[in-house]
C-alpha cells in the first residue's frame, strides 16, 4: 500500500478498494441484524399507513391488517383542513431551499475571503466564528424572536430564512474546499491575465468547489427541512407553517376527538421522502462533507 | 275510558313537550357591552376547527374578528411559543388556550391580565363551580374554563355480566370485584389498569379522595403536598390489587392497552369525560367480540359519596400585551358560555364543556353519533356531568406543578417493580420535586 499524499483535494478521493478479501458470516449477520434494527421503525410506518385509528391499535404491528386503508389514509392527508398539507409542503421547500442556497452562497464568498486574503485580525475573526458552532440553537431563540420581531420580520418567510441563512460550520467547510481545491498560483496567474476578483471567484473557483457547495447546501436545505423550534416562535399563521410544525399540530390536536393517525403517520413518510431522494441521489458529497474536517484542518 | 286515555296522552305530551323544553333552556349570561371600533384579536388554540367557533362570535360582535391560530396542543406548541413571547415583552396573542395546569405558571410570568375588572360580576354562576376556583388565585380570575375532564369508570358491560358481578360502586366493592375475576378466570381477566406512568391519571384519583397537592398561602409562597395520607391511601390501593395481580400496568393509549380491552383482558378503566371520544376514537372498528362499553359513576371511599378528581381542560386566558383587553375579555367569555359556541365547540372537537349550561345540551347525548353511539346509546354525558360536580373545588396547582410528573415516572417505576412500597414512593416523589422546585428558585415550604 502507498501513502496517498496528504495534499490531495478531498472532492476527488475514492475509497480504496480493500486488498483482502472479507466473506466473514459474522461479520454479514452482525450487518444484517443492525439493517433491520435501523429498517425496522420504517417498516413498521410502511404498514401503519395501510391501517386505521382501531387496526393501529388492536392488530399486530408489524404485518398487514385487512381490510386495507392507505387510499382513504392518502386522500385525507390531501383534503384534511382544506388540503393544507401540500401547503405546508411547498412552505417547506421554500424555506430550505432558500436558507440552503442563500447559506451555500454566504459560506462560499466568506470561507473564500479567509482563505484567500490576508487581512488583519484573519485568525481571530475566524475563530470566533468558528466559536459560534458550540452555541445551542435554542439559547439563540428569544434574542433572534426579538430581532424579527424589531425589525416588523415576524410572521414573513424572511423570520424563517434570514436566521438560517448563516452557517458557521459551513463556512468552514467552504474554507477547508478553497484551501484544498483552489490552489493561490491560479488566482495569481488569472490576476496577470487580467481577471477581475469576482470573475476569479465565480467563473474560476466555484467550479472547483462544487463538492463543497453541494455540501453545505445539503447539510443547510436538511437543517432547515426539520427545523421546528423557529418556525414556531416567528410563524403566526397556519398557511404559512413548515412540515415539521403542521405535523406537530395535527399530531398533537386531540380534544374529545382522535386525530387520525395513521394518516398523520403516512404525512411523516411524505415528508421525509425529499430528504431520501437527496440522501440517495448526492449520498456521496454528503459522505465527503463529513470526513473533510477530519483529514484536512 | 277513551277521554281519560285522550287526557293521559295529553298529559304525557304536555310532559314531554315541558321535559324538551327543560333540556333546552340555556343559561345564557347577560354580557358586558361591547368595545366599539373595528377590532381584531389573536387567538392561539389547538381546539379543531376553532375558526368556525370564532366566527360564530363575530357574527354576533361584527366589529370584533378573531384570528385563530394554531400552533399545537400546550408544551408540543402554543407554550414554549407563549413563553417566549411574554419573556421578549412582545408577540403574544390576544387569548390563548391553557390548561388548567399550567395557569399558575404563566400567573407567576405576570403575562396573564386579570379578568375581574372585564368581566360582570356575576360571570363565575355559569360556570361548573370547580373549574371557576381552578382559574382564581385569591380574587384574581386568570381564564376562562373552556373543558373539563371530570372522572369515572368505563367498563364491559358484558364481562360483569358473564361473571355475574355488580358494577361496583366503591373502592372496596371494585377490590371484591378484582378478586372475584382474577379466580373466575384464572387471572386473564383484570379489573383495570394502573397508569403509572400517568401523574395526572393519579393526581385524579388522589384529587378524588381529597388529597391536595399544593397550596398557594396568603404570603405569596406555596405549600407542597404530595404524599398526604389521602395520596398514599389512593397509592398503597392500587399497589395491593397490583401485588395480587388483579390490576396490569399497560401504558395509557397504547396499543397494549387497546389490545387487551378489546380483547377482554380489562373490565374497567379510571377516565376522564374525554376519554370517551378516545375510546370510541381507538376501538370503533374493533370494540372486541360482544363488547358492550359503558359508563359508571367512580368508585367511592365513602359508600354513597359523589367524590371525583379531574384530568385536563382546558382555559382561555388573556395576555397584559393585549391592546384589546375588554374585547378579548368578552370574547373569552362569549366562546366559553353562549350557547352557539359550546354546541359548535362539541360538535366540531368534542369539548366536554366547563359552561354548567353546556352539560345539559340535547347534542351532547345523541346516541347517533360518538361517544354515546359507541356506548349503545348510554347517555355518558350525563354521567360526566354528576362527576363534574363532585370535583373539589379547593384543589390547586403550583408553578412548578407540571414538571413533577417525570419524578413521579420514576418512584412509580420503582414501587411498581418492588424496588420501594408506594408510600415510600410518594415521599420520595415528595422530597425530590421539592428540592427541584427550590433550585428552580420557587417560593415553596
Do not use: C
Not at chain 1, 387496526?55 to 381490510?67: D, H, I, V
Not at chain 1, 477547508?176 to 491560479?186: C, I
Not at chain 2, 305530551?13 to 340555556?26: C, S
Request: proline share 5%; net charge positive.
Amino acid at each position: 500500500m502507498t501513502q496517498e499524499p496528504m495534499t490531495l483535494p478531498v472532492a476527488v478521493t475514492r475509497p480504496v478498494k480493500p486488498a483482502v478479501k472479507r466473506n466473514s458470516p459474522w461479520l454479514a449477520v452482525v450487518m444484517v441484524l443492525a439493517l433491520m434494527y435501523f429498517l425496522l421503525p420504517l417498516y413498521w410506518v410502511l404498514v401503519s399507513i395501510t391501517k386505521d385509528n382501531s387496526q393501529l391499535n388492536t392488530t399486530f404491528g408489524l404485518w398487514f391488517a385487512q381490510p386495507w386503508h392507505l387510499w382513504e389514509n392518502i386522500v385525507q392527508l390531501g383534503t384534511q383542513d382544506g388540503g393544507i398539507f401540500y401547503r405546508w409542503m411547498l412552505n417547506s421547500f421554500f424555506y430550505s431551499f432558500s436558507s440552503g442556497a442563500l447559506a451555500t452562497m454566504s459560506a462560499a464568498m466568506a470561507g473564500y475571503a479567509f482563505s484567500k486574503f490576508n487581512f488583519a485580525g484573519r485568525g481571530w475573526i475566524f475563530s470566533v466564528i468558528l466559536g459560534t458552532i458550540m452555541v445551542p440553537s435554542t439559547a439563540l431563540t428569544l434574542p433572534i424572536f426579538l430581532l424579527i420581531n424589531n425589525i416588523g420580520l415576524a410572521n414573513t418567510p424572511w423570520a424563517v430564512i434570514l436566521p438560517q441563512m448563516v452557517n458557521p460550520f459551513g463556512l468552514y467547510l467552504m474554507r477547508v474546499f478553497w484551501d484544498n481545491g483552489f490552489p493561490t498560483e491560479l488566482i495569481e496567474a488569472a490576476k496577470i491575465d487580467g481577471a477581475s476578483d469576482w470573475r476569479i471567484f465565480w467563473s474560476m473557483g466555484l467550479p472547483l468547489v462544487r463538492g463543497g457547495l453541494i455540501t453545505v447546501f445539503l447539510f443547510t436545505f436538511v437543517a432547515a427541512w426539520n427545523n421546528f423550534f423557529l418556525p414556531l416562535v416567528v410563524l403566526n399563521n397556519n398557511e404559512q407553517f413548515p412540515l415539521t410544525l403542521g405535523l406537530s399540530v395535527w399530531n398533537n390536536t386531540n380534544t374529545g376527538r382522535t386525530p387520525q393517525y395513521t394518516m398523520i403517520i403516512l404525512g411523516a413518510l411524505v415528508s421525509i421522502l425529499p430528504l431520501l431522494t437527496a440522501f440517495f441521489t448526492l449520498g456521496r458529497y454528503w459522505q465527503g462533507g463529513l470526513t473533510t474536517g477530519a483529514t484536512k484542518g | 275510558m277513551k277521554l281519560k286515555q285522550g287526557m293521559m296522552l295529553l298529559i304525557a305530551g304536555g310532559a314531554v313537550a315541558g321535559a324538551i323544553a327543560l333540556a333546552q333552556a340555556f343559561n345564557e349570561p347577560k354580557y358586558q357591552a361591547a368595545p366599539k371600533g373595528e377590532i381584531t384579536l389573536e387567538y392561539w388554540s389547538w381546539v379543531p376547527k376553532m375558526e368556525e367557533q370564532a366566527a360564530l362570535f363575530t357574527k354576533q360582535y361584527p366589529n370584533i374578528k378573531v384570528k385563530v391560530v394554531n400552533v399545537g396542543a400546550g408544551q408540543s406548541g402554543t407554550y414554549p411559543k407563549l413563553q417566549t413571547a411574554i419573556k421578549a415583552g412582545t408577540g403574544a396573542p390576544d387569548v390563548a388556550q391553557v390548561e388548567f395546569g399550567y395557569i399558575p405558571f404563566f400567573a407567576s410570568t405576570g403575562g396573564l391580565a386579570d379578568l375581574t375588572k372585564y368581566l360582570p360580576s356575576d360571570a363565575k354562576n355559569y360556570f361548573v363551580p370547580w373549574t371557576w376556583s381552578q382559574v382564581s388565585q385569591g380574587k384574581a380570575v386568570y381564564g376562562i374554563p373552556q373543558d373539563q375532564g371530570p372522572f369515572a369508570m368505563i367498563y364491559r358491560k358484558d364481562i360483569f355480566d358473564k361473571y355475574k358481578i355488580a358494577v361496583p360502586t366503591t373502592w372496596n366493592e371494585y377490590e371484591a370485584a378484582g378478586k372475584k375475576l382474577f379466580e373466575a378466570s384464572g387471572g386473564k381477566v383484570k379489573i383495570g389498569n394502573f397508569f403509572s406512568t400517568f401523574a395526572p391519571w393519579f393526581t385524579a384519583l388522589a384529587w378524588a379522595n381529597g388529597a391536595q397537592f399544593w397550596k398557594l398561602n396568603t404570603d405569596g409562597s406555596y405549600t407542597q403536598t404530595l404524599n398526604s395520607a389521602a395520596a398514599k391511601q389512593v397509592a398503597n390501593y392500587w399497589g395491593r390489587l397490583l401485588e395480587k395481580k388483579y390490576v396490569s400496568t399497560l401504558g395509557a393509549f397504547s396499543a397494549d392497552f387497546w389490545n387487551a380491552v378489546s380483547k377482554g383482558e380489562v373490565a374497567t378503566s379510571m377516565e376522564a369525560a374525554w376519554g370517551t371520544g378516545s375510546f370510541a376514537g381507538s376501538l370503533e372498528k374493533n370494540p372486541g367480540v360482544g363488547a358492550e362499553y359503558r359508563v359508571a359513576p367512580l368508585p367511592q371511599w365513602k359508600k354513597g359519596g359523589t367524590a371525583s378528581g379531574n384530568w385536563g381542560g382546558s382555559t382561555a386566558v388573556v395576555t397584559t400585551q393585549s391592546k384589546n383587553p375588554e374585547a378579548a375579555a368578552l370574547f373569552a367569555y362569549w366562546l366559553m358560555s353562549s350557547k352557539a359556541s359550546v354546541v359548535q365547540g362539541w360538535k366540531g372537537a368534542g369539548v366536554f364543556p366547563a359552561a354548567s349550561a353546556g352539560l345539559d345540551l340535547p347534542e351532547l347525548s345523541d346516541k347517533t353519533s360518538n361517544p354515546s353511539k359507541f356506548f349503545d346509546g348510554q347517555n355518558v354525558a350525563a354521567v360526566y356531568k354528576e362527576a363534574g360536580k363532585g370535583v373539589n373545588t379547593r384543589f390547586q396547582w403550583s408553578p412548578w406543578a407540571p414538571t413533577v410528573d417525570a419524578s413521579f415516572q420514576k418512584q412509580m417505576d420503582l414501587a411498581v417493580n418492588g424496588k420501594q412500597s408506594f408510600a415510600d414512593a410518594l415521599d420520595n416523589w415528595q422530597a425530590e420535586t421539592l428540592t427541584k422546585a427550590k433550585a428552580d428558585g420557587y417560593n415553596v415550604k
